[in-house]
């Protein structure tokens, strides 16, 4: 089993910034790729970020490049999102997932985190 515990969202306003972090205990951190999702209210579960074992490769959705990077501490067992140039289209609960290794899919989940973002 993985834990995943997010933490670092709140009430910004646009234009402004967020650092989310995601820290993960129970298996050995680097043989899990990571993730970012949100969730808006009356919206579909969307890919934010994705991050490789040893971060050298990073994955963003359209709507988030440019401004948003991904990026993980192996040593902390710790992934993180930095969020600048934020919109107001931000707003959602923003979750962490671990995908072993060889597995489609993500094997695990954070409760997740809100962010808002005022215009």
């Known amino acids: 089993q993985v834990q995943l515990v997010e933490s670092g969202g709140g009430l910004v306003q646009a234009g402004g910034s967020l650092r989310l972090s995601c820290a993960a205990s129970?298996?050995?951190?680097?043989?899990?790729?990571m993730g970012w999702f949100r969730q808006a209210p009356g919206k579909e579960h969307e890919f934010v970020a994705g991050?490789?074992?040893?971060?050298?490769?990073?994955y963003y959705a359209d709507s988030v490049k440019g401004r948003f990077t991904i990026s993980r501490d192996n040593a902390k067992n710790t992934v993180y999102l930095q969020m600048n140039s934020l919109k107001p289209e931000d707003t959602a609960i923003y979750y962490c997932?671990?995908?072993?290794?060889?597995?489609?899919?993500?094997?695990?989940w954070g409760r997740g985190t809100q962010v808002t973002v005022s215009s």
């Open positions: 129970g298996r050995t951190f680097s043989n899990y790729y």
């Open positions: 997932a671990a995908r072993f290794r060889d597995h489609p899919r993500y094997d695990y």
């Open positions: 991050i490789s074992l040893g971060g050298g490769s990073t």
